[in-house]
């Protein structure tokens, strides 16, 4: 692919996806100016080449636009920067892990080693942004103040993500070597994440971003095309009119409202013997009453851990069974920040986040090791970055390709055919909860709804504790559109499921072994934005 050839030139990127890590996306982002002024003069080569590849060409339009400047503009934040990037890869290496995945850990290491000093490009280039959305120094600043996106409580929350330490122990399996890369990569980090800490600091007590409208937050202060760009981007489908913004707002709440049907459905056999008392309860009663029963909540720290490793490995033996091309075992990994979400997947490794331990409910797990480990992201992408040839610029721009990855994850939680309703009811309480995100995405971004309102609206419909639920707000807050991109890609992932179901016959499974080698013949394809994926399989998106 000729943008891929020409990336890795200007940039000086590694031949193999699998080494990309924060500190080539620092090289490329640190002068967003030049960076754009290099894909449009490879764009006008392009053109004349009449290339048809629609992930060079999704790239290249969206990467362009002077709204994409505005977009990496509001991305280093509480929720997503280089600070915490680099921390979740540095701490996946530090952690317990498969032969396979020691050995490409090292290479890592290795190679973000040799870019070392690209991790003193962070505080600067932080602390540039910064300056710029203060300045108006920018594309479309004459219609978009960017300081209305910001306010105090959003810049206190960042200011609490950039206290770094150095690991007390490291791997004992890695070679010293290796440790004394890792830990002067974390002395860097550290220092670097102390600057811009000091500087954040000095924003919060100067009150630049006090005087804010209070009645508006995010993207709700600017008119709805910033928004509906940031809705393409992450969701990978052409918004083009207010008018679409709407019906995804009602086809949402439709879902709604079928969902928390089939969760009275399955809390009524739960609890087979209360009776038709049940049917007197309202969804947040009935909610509170599985949030109140103590056998589906861990005893200890321990108890958690152990119930995600069994089940990590319970779905592995599954994949082995159904001649999965695997090419190692997802590992696992656990830490602690009370700022981000209740799980990720980076470098081979399923993260689970461990602060408020004792707020999370055990009917969870299931979807959420699917979601992160099998037959989720882990497979997903390890199949993407071991089997497909083309997966490079995927790996290089994950938000345009988000709503293939992050639809898949959460298609995966229901590759299924167990029969276990405290697991369904997790599942439905997970499919929920994405559900409400584009209600809450577009409730904050578009009709400017406060996020008391959206928290206390989640709140009445969801088995999350309520920490979960104010933090799950000002991810969206932070982060506008990207929790759409979830169920967006899930639905069209089970559309092509009912038309697989509908071509091999209505008694085949969704986890029979027929359907999953179709599932794993699509993923072998790549990554691709969801126009295509529906283009791929004769569809089309409806609300």
Same mark, same amino acid.
């Given at each position: 692919?000729?943008?891929?050839?020409?990336?890795?030139?200007?940039?000086?990127?590694?031949?193999?996806?699998?080494?990309?890590?924060?500190?080539?996306?620092?090289?490329?982002?640190?002068?967003?100016?030049?960076?754009?002024?290099?894909?449009?003069?490879?764009?006008?080569?392009?053109?004349?080449?009449?290339?048809?590849?629609?992930?060079?060409?999704?790239?290249?339009?969206?990467?362009?636009?002077?709204?994409?400047?505005?977009?990496?503009?509001?991305?280093?934040?509480?929720?997503?920067?280089?600070?915490?990037?680099?921390?979740?890869?540095?701490?996946?290496?530090?952690?317990?892990?498969?032969?396979?995945?020691?050995?490409?850990?090292?290479?890592?290491?290795?190679?973000?080693?040799?870019?070392?000093?690209?991790?003193?490009?962070?505080? *600067? $280039? /932080?602390?540039? !942004? =910064?300056?710029?959305?203060?300045?108006?120094?920018?594309? %479309? +600043?004459? #219609?978009?103040?960017? &300081?209305?996106?910001?306010?105090?409580?959003?810049?206190?929350?960042?200011?609490?993500?950039?206290?770094?330490?150095?690991?007390?122990?490291?791997?004992?399996?890695?070679?010293?070597?290796?440790?004394?890369?890792?830990?002067?990569?974390?002395?860097?980090?550290?220092?670097?994440?102390?600057?811009?800490?000091?500087?954040?600091?000095?924003?919060?007590?100067?009150?630049?971003?006090?005087?804010?409208?209070?009645?508006?937050?995010?993207?709700?202060?600017?008119?709805?095309?910033?928004?509906?760009?940031?809705?393409?981007?992450?969701?990978?489908?052409?918004?083009?009119?207010?008018?679409?913004?709407?019906?995804?707002?009602?086809?949402?709440?439709?879902?709604?409202?079928?969902?928390?049907?089939?969760?009275? *459905? $399955? /809390?009524?056999? !739960? =609890?087979?013997?209360?009776?038709?008392?049940?049917?007197? %309860? +309202?969804? #947040?009663?009935?909610? &509170?009453?599985?949030?109140?029963?103590?056998?589906?909540?861990?005893?200890?720290?321990?108890?958690?851990?152990?119930?995600?490793?069994?089940?990590?490995?319970?779905?592995?033996?599954?994949?082995?069974?159904?001649?999965?091309?695997?090419?190692?075992?997802?590992?696992?990994?656990?830490?602690?920040?009370?700022?981000?979400?209740?799980?990720?997947?980076?470098?081979?490794?399923?993260?689970?986040?461990?602060?408020?331990?004792?707020?999370?409910?055990?009917?969870?797990?299931?979807?959420?090791?699917?979601?992160?480990?099998?037959?989720?992201?882990?497979?997903?992408?390890?199949?993407?970055?071991?089997?497909?040839?083309?997966?490079?610029?995927?790996?290089?721009?994950?938000?345009?390709?988000?709503?293939?990855?992050?639809?898949?994850?959460?298609?995966?939680?229901?590759?299924?055919?167990?029969?276990?309703?405290? +697991?369904?009811?997790?599942?439905?309480?997970?499919?929920?909860?994405?559900?409400?995100?584009?209600?809450?995405?577009?409730?904050?971004?578009?009709?400017?709804?406060?996020?008391?309102?959206?928290?206390?609206?989640?709140?009445?419909?969801?088995?999350?504790?309520?920490?979960?639920?104010?933090?799950?707000?000002?991810?969206?807050?932070?982060?506008?559109?990207?929790?759409?991109?979830?169920?967006?890609?899930?639905?069209?992932?089970?559309?092509?499921?009912?038309?697989?179901?509908?071509?091999?016959?209505?008694?085949?499974?969704?986890?029979?072994?027929?359907?999953?080698?179709?599932?794993?013949?699509?993923?072998?394809?790549?990554?691709?934005?969801?126009?295509?994926?529906?283009?791929?399989?004769?569809?089309?998106?409806?609300?």
């Amino acid at each position: 692919m000729k943008l891929e050839i020409y990336l890795k030139r200007i940039y000086n990127l590694p031949d193999d996806p699998k080494l990309l890590t924060v500190l080539d996306m620092i090289g490329i982002y640190s002068d967003f100016d030049k960076y754009q002024e290099n894909l449009k003069t490879f764009a006008k080569d392009f053109n004349k080449q009449n290339s048809s590849d629609p992930n060079e060409l999704s790239i290249l339009e969206y990467e362009t636009s002077p709204y994409r400047y505005l977009l990496y503009l509001i991305r280093q934040n509480h929720y997503t920067n280089y600070y915490v990037d680099l921390e979740l890869i540095l701490n996946g290496i530090n952690s317990p892990c498969t032969k396979e995945v020691l050995e490409q850990n090292i290479k890592i290491v290795d190679y973000m080693y040799e870019k070392k000093e690209n991790i003193l490009l962070m505080d *600067k $280039t /932080i602390i540039n !942004i =910064y300056k710029k959305i203060i300045s108006c120094k920018y594309p %479309l +600043s004459e #219609k978009y103040d960017l &300081k209305k996106f910001y306010n105090m409580k959003s810049l206190k929350k960042f200011i609490k993500t950039l206290d770094l330490k150095i690991p007390s122990s490291f791997n004992d399996k890695l070679p010293p070597n290796t440790v004394l890369k890792l830990k002067s990569m974390y002395e860097i980090l550290i220092k670097s994440s102390s600057l811009t800490k000091k500087y954040i600091q000095k924003l919060f007590e100067s009150n630049v971003f006090v005087k804010l409208d209070e009645t508006k937050y995010g993207l709700s202060n600017f008119d709805p095309e910033f928004y509906m760009f940031n809705l393409s981007y992450m969701c990978g489908l052409k918004f083009k009119s207010i008018s679409e913004i709407e019906h995804l707002y009602e086809w949402a709440h439709k879902y709604l409202k079928y969902n928390t049907d089939q969760i009275r *459905k $399955t /809390i009524k056999k !739960i =609890y087979p013997n209360v009776g038709t008392s049940l049917s007197q %309860l +309202s969804h #947040k009663d009935l909610i &509170k009453m599985m949030n109140n029963d103590q056998q589906y909540r861990f005893k200890s720290e321990e108890e958690l851990k152990k119930a995600y490793i069994d089940k990590i490995d319970e779905y592995h033996e599954l994949m082995i069974k159904n001649n999965i091309p695997l090419t190692n075992k997802c590992g696992f990994i656990t830490f602690n920040n009370a700022e981000t979400a209740e799980g990720y997947y980076s470098n081979n490794c399923f993260h689970l986040n461990i602060a408020n331990w004792y707020t999370k409910k055990k009917f969870g797990t299931r979807a959420l090791t699917m979601h992160e480990a099998y037959p989720g992201h882990h497979m997903q992408l390890d199949i993407s970055a071991h089997h497909n040839k083309n997966n490079y610029l995927t790996v290089l721009y994950p938000d345009i390709f988000c709503a293939f990855t992050e639809g898949w994850a959460l298609f995966a939680e229901k590759i299924h055919s167990e029969q276990d309703l405290i +697991s369904d009811f997790g599942e439905l309480d997970s499919d929920l909860l994405r559900i409400l995100r584009i209600i809450a995405d577009i409730d904050i971004h578009y009709k400017g709804k406060s996020p008391t309102e959206v928290i206390e609206k989640m709140s009445s419909y969801l088995a999350l504790d309520k920490l979960m639920i104010i933090q799950e707000v000002y991810r969206y807050l932070a982060l506008p559109a990207q929790a759409i991109s979830y169920k967006i890609g899930e639905s069209i992932f089970m559309g092509i499921y009912y038309k697989l179901k509908k071509e091999m016959g209505s008694n085949i499974r969704i986890d029979d072994a027929k359907m999953i080698n179709e599932y794993i013949k699509i993923l072998l394809q790549g990554e691709v934005t969801s126009e295509e994926l529906l283009k791929k399989h004769s569809m089309r998106f409806f609300y």
